[in-house]
Every structure is written in C-alpha cells, then in structure tokens.
C-alpha cells in the first residue's frame, strides 16, 4: 500500500488547505507564484476551486470513451483542454475545446464534401463566393459554420442549439475574450460531452450522404432522362431547408461560366421536377440574380439565369433591377456581423447601409423574409453587452424597420419561430424581454384574430423558453390559418 502511495500521481493538490487559497497560484506551483509576486501580477482568484477540477479530471476518461484511440493522438487542442483544467484555468480550457470541436467539423465537411458545403456557405453570406479549397474554411465564422453545417445536415437542430450554447460560453465566459464569468466542473463536463458527440465524433446521416451522391453524379455524369422523375420525388423527402438549399446550389454551378453543357443538361432535366416545391424566398433570390448580372455586364450569367428561369416556367420571378440583390448581400452581412463578438458595436454601419438601400416602392419579394429574420434579431438582440443587448446606435434604424412592417411581414416574423438560427437566443432574459415587447407593438398593427391570438401565446409564454415556441400545439394550430 505504502508503495502504491509512492507511485500515485497527485494532478490536484489535497489536503488541509484552507478554502480561500483553493483558486490561488501558490496553492498549486509556489515558484510559479513566486514569479508572479516578483513581476507584480496577482496570485489569487486565478484559478477554478480544486473540487471543480476534481469533477472535470475523474470524468475525463469516461468522457473521452466515445473518441476512437487514432483520433485521440491527433486532438492537440483537447490535451491542452485537460491541462487547462488540471490546474484551474477553466476558461483557457474552454476556449481549446472549442478550437478543437471547431477543427472537427472542417475536417468533416472536407472529407465528405467540400464543393456542396462552400456552395451552401455562398447562399448563407455572398462574402464567402470567392472560398475554394479546404484552407479557406478559416474565413467561415463560427456561428455560420455551425448554420450550414445545420442546414446540410451533419448537425440536426437540437445538437444545433446545443452547439451555439457552447460557443456562447466560449464568447462569454473564456479566455478568448475577457470576461468575469466563471464555468463550474459539471458545466465543464456537459460542455465537453456536447462537443465529443455533436461535432468531434459527428458521422453524415444517411439522407445526407444521398445529398452527396445526387450533388456528385450531377457534376460527373450524364444521367438518363427517365430517371429525373424518380430522383425530383426522392430528393422533395429532405427537409424543406436543404431543398431549397441544394437548388440553390445547383445554381450557383448552372450560372457559373466554366460549367460544361452536359453538367447544364443533368440541371436542366432535375429543377422541373422541384422548382415548385421550393419556397417563394428561393425563387425570388434566383430571379434577383438576373438583375446584378446584367447591371455588372455579365452576360454569361444573366444569360445562364434566364435559361434557368425558362426552363422551369419562372420567368415572373426575374427581377430586371439589382437592388434585390444588394439588399440581400447587405442583410447577409449584417447577420453574420450579428452572430460575431462584439456585435453590438459593429452592426450600426451595415444597418445605416441596409436602410440607404431600400427601394421607395418597399421591400422586395426577393428579400422579404430575410429582411424580417435579420431585423428582427438585431432588434431583439442576444442578450450580451451592458444595456439591451442590441447595437444601440443601430436601434434608431431597427425601430424604423420593424415600424415599417406590415401585416405581411408580421406573417414572416410568426413563422420565424421554427427557424434554429432565429431563437437562438431566446432563452436569455433580455432577448426574451424584448420579443414580448416586440409581439406587443405588433398586436398594434393588425385585427387578424389569429394573428393576435399568435402574438398572445408570444406574449404570455413562460419566461426563458420562446424557442420552443414552435412545438406547442397552440401555435400549430394557429398557423394553419396564417
């Protein structure tokens, strides 16, 4: 036994060390402290209690179960995330897990394929068109990254939110950037559970590798004209976001001037058997589309859009003008900025642009929904920064937005609340103080009684939980009408 206590590692010092020293430098490494008194920086309140640490470090094993050994010798970040915790500093620690969880879903999406995800990251923001090869993944935001990986598929919505949590923590209570927020060992623990099943060891689900194999035989086969009936049924059982999202995909491949006519012939036999069931934002942004290119002089383009259009019957969605398409590119980086540390501080230029660009005659059909999405969780906020949680120089813009918003856009803003992306942040206070306010002004501009029973159910919902909104059966049936 004595020999046994000779060759036990000691990670966390024990004892009968008084409780007030527990987060102090000289309680774990006296030379250390030492340093620190002599170069005059504090010693005390550095570090995590040692019995939080004790939780992280005698779950460790357990928890990193599910990652495969040849995995583990390459996860560099989640090392430095155990030594992180092993001496106390919890918000360095969450900080590496997140690097780490953030390298996994790269290294997914490159693998499975890459052409697709950056084709949907151009749909998500058109800042990201120029992306090409698996080094510029880095020039993706972490909050868009998560976004696409959502709507492709390698992350269902609630593993989603689950995901966003983290990253919130990482933003507020870490080491990135700073902070007085502090995280326990449980906390740590689920933290890290969320990372190692949701994205570390994520596998593309089945209806997602079909995704894959439709997005690559349309790119290297000529495929037989009396299969594109079987594949149109097949591919309308994804979820409607990834319809829209792959259509806009094949697109962004039909437009592009390098595109060999057989790749143009596959598109040409597929989009007639979905274009109708895609939504109207959809058919809208492509015929928006038409209007930039003819005003930059890209004939190739606005040419390969109008045959597009033609092809499927939708030429009542071409927009001849190219302030749909601005507006849309401006709202899409004010999402992105949104989603960004330091949001309430940097959306006030992008809001000052969207407002300069819109039309006299009004918001756009090309753009309407994402106008309605974007404004309204700028207006409501996330929650974080000292007042509302909102860009406050930017306010004076969002109120004149959401003043501007009829009863169609008040239709929009309803069915938002099944949108992940958009409640996001509802579970925080301000955020959710704010939407009800929202609901209440709203009530204000319209008679429709199912409308008003809608923002009714917003308004007296339980506190912290309006992104669950959209499972109660109530607003089920309500929108039925709406």
Excluded at 168 to 187: D, F, K, V, W
Excluded at 281 to 289: C, M, N, S, V
Aim: proline share 4%; hydrophobic share 35%.
């Amino acid at each position: 036994m004595e020999k046994e206590n000779k060759n036990q590692i000691i990670l966390i010092p024990t004892g009968n060390t008084p409780e007030k020293i527990e987060t102090s430098i000289a309680a774990f490494n006296q030379p250390l402290a030492n340093l620190l008194t002599h170069v005059g920086l504090p010693t005390e309140n550095i570090l995590s209690p040692i019995e939080e640490r004790r939780k992280v470090i005698y779950a460790l094993e357990s928890s990193i179960e599910i990652l495969p050994m040849e995995d583990r010798l390459k996860a560099t970040y989640l090392s430095k995330f155990t030594v992180a915790v092993s001496v106390g500093l919890f918000d360095g620690a969450l900080n590496f897990l997140w690097d780490e969880t953030i390298k996994a879903l790269r290294r997914l999406v490159s693998n499975f394929d890459l052409e697709y995800f950056l084709q949907v990251s151009r749909t998500i923001n058109s800042k990201y068109k120029n992306l090409n090869s698996a080094d510029d993944l880095e020039a993706i935001g972490d909050h868009d990254l998560l976004e696409i990986c959502r709507r492709i598929g390698f992350v269902n919505d609630i593993n989603y939110r689950r995901l966003e949590h983290v990253n919130y923590l990482r933003n507020h209570a870490s080491a990135a950037h700073p902070n007085e927020n502090s995280i326990t060992g449980l906390e740590m623990l689920n933290l890290l559970e969320s990372c190692l099943k949701y994205a570390i060891t994520a596998k593309p689900d089945h209806s997602l590798i079909q995704i894959k194999q439709l997005f690559e035989n349309i790119r290297t086969k000529e495929i037989p004209k009396d299969d594109f009936p079987i594949i149109g049924q097949d591919l309308l059982k994804q979820p409607q976001e990834r319809v829209d999202d792959f259509l806009l995909s094949i697109f962004g491949i039909y437009s592009d001037p390098r595109t060999q006519a057989p790749v143009r012939k596959n598109i040409d036999r597929l989009t007639p058997h979905i274009w109708q069931s895609t939504t109207e934002d959809t058919k809208f942004r492509i015929g928006a589309k038409f209007g930039v290119y003819r005003k930059n002089g890209d004939v190739d383009r606005k040419d390969a859009v109008q045959k597009f259009l033609e092809t499927v019957n939708g030429e009542h969605y071409k927009d001849e003008d190219s302030l749909a398409a601005e507006l849309l590119e401006k709202l899409q980086n004010l999402k992105t900025v949104h989603f960004e540390w330091n949001n309430f501080y940097n959306e006030y230029s992008h809001a000052k642009s969207i407002d300069a660009s819109i039309p006299a005659n009004g918001i756009p059909d090309a753009v309407r929904k994402l106008f309605v999405k974007v404004i309204s969780i700028c207006y409501v906020g996330n929650g974080k920064g000292y007042r509302q949680g909102i860009d406050e120089n930017a306010a004076e813009f969002y109120n004149k937005f959401i003043e501007s918003f009829t009863v169609t856009e008040i239709k929009e803003f309803l069915r938002l609340f099944k949108d992940p992306e958009f409640v996001t942040d509802f579970n925080y206070t301000k955020p959710d103080i704010r939407l009800r306010k929202l609901a209440t002004f709203f009530k204000s501009k319209t008679k429709d009684v199912h409308i008003t029973k809608v923002l009714d159910l917003i308004i007296n919902f339980p506190k912290g939980s309006l992104q669950r909104l959209a499972n109660d059966s109530r607003y089920k049936n309500e929108m039925k009408f709406i």
